[in-house]
């Protein structure tokens, strides 16, 4: 019932309401780019619905998706291998190479 | 033409400079160990709010309360909205206990060193 998994490439929303009074869970700076996901994590209630007091159902998949620090920080100066993980809900992901 | 309609949250500071961050280990205080009894309290045994609008309230602060509250601090600030919005008690109520929890004390000062927002 996932729409992705381990291998698929995806690309992380940037459309999205505004923060405060929205409650997001995917970092800032990681939206708007592209990686791989890692592993499904399993489905778990929506906590941006939690936080306004709904039921966060039904429960949504959870992906840790990879990307490469390289892509995300532009100065990185580390190695060029060194990826960071972000456990991001599907709602939040696009199919890479799909638009917006 | 990609636009972004995100706002980066004042909470939502990764990337950002820090600066230098305090590693200091510090004794919680009584009243901070209240505030997370309270949390525990309101979410997992009487079901008033979730773990989920906690964080909501928090990232709702300006972001100068953020950035001058202690950790605690900004738990019972969301707490206490959250309870007001939920109508677990009023304003009004709020503030007539605050007073007589502070007529216990002489002079109005709590002991413990609650920087304000202790309970």
């Known amino acids: 019932m996932t729409r992705f998994a381990a291998g ?3 690309r992380v929303h ?13 970092p800032y700076y990681i939206r708007g780019l592209s990686g791989t996901v890692e592993r499904v994590c399993g489905a778990f209630r929506n906590p941006e619905e939690l936080a306004f007091g709904r ?10 998706v990879r990307f490469r620090q390289k892509d995300v920080w ?3 100066d580390g190695n060029e291998a060194d990826k960071i993980e972000i456990e991001i809900f599907e709602f939040w992901l696009d199919a890479e190479g799909d638009e917006a | 033409m990609e636009r972004d309609f995100t706002a980066r949250g004042h909470h939502d500071m990764g990337g950002l400079d820090a600066g230098e961050i305090d590693r200091e280990e510090h004794d919680y205080a009584l009243w901070e160990k209240r505030v997370d009894a309270l949390m525990m309290l309101c979410t ?8 989920d609008q906690l964080r909501k309230g928090i990232e709702a602060l300006p972001p100068e309360a953020y ?5 605690y601090e900004r738990w019972i600030s969301s707490v206490t909205n959250t309870l007001l919005e939920r109508g677990v008690f009023t304003a009004d109520e709020l503030g007539a ?14 002991p413990g060193g609650a920087a304000g927002g202790g309970c």
């Open chain 1, 8 to 10: 698929d490439r995806v």
């Open chain 2, 97 to 110: 206990k605050m007073e007589e929890v502070k007529a216990r004390y002489p002079d109005g000062v709590m």
């Open chain 1, 55 to 64: 039921p966060g159902t039904p429960e949504v998949p959870l992906y840790r």
């Open chain 2, 44 to 51: 997992n045994r009487l079901k008033l709010m979730t773990v």
């Open chain 1, 74 to 76: 532009p100065d990185y």
């Open chain 1, 14 to 26: 940037k459309q999205f309401p505004p923060t405060p009074p929205s409650h997001i869970r995917t």
């Open chain 2, 67 to 71: 950035d001058n509250m202690t950790y």
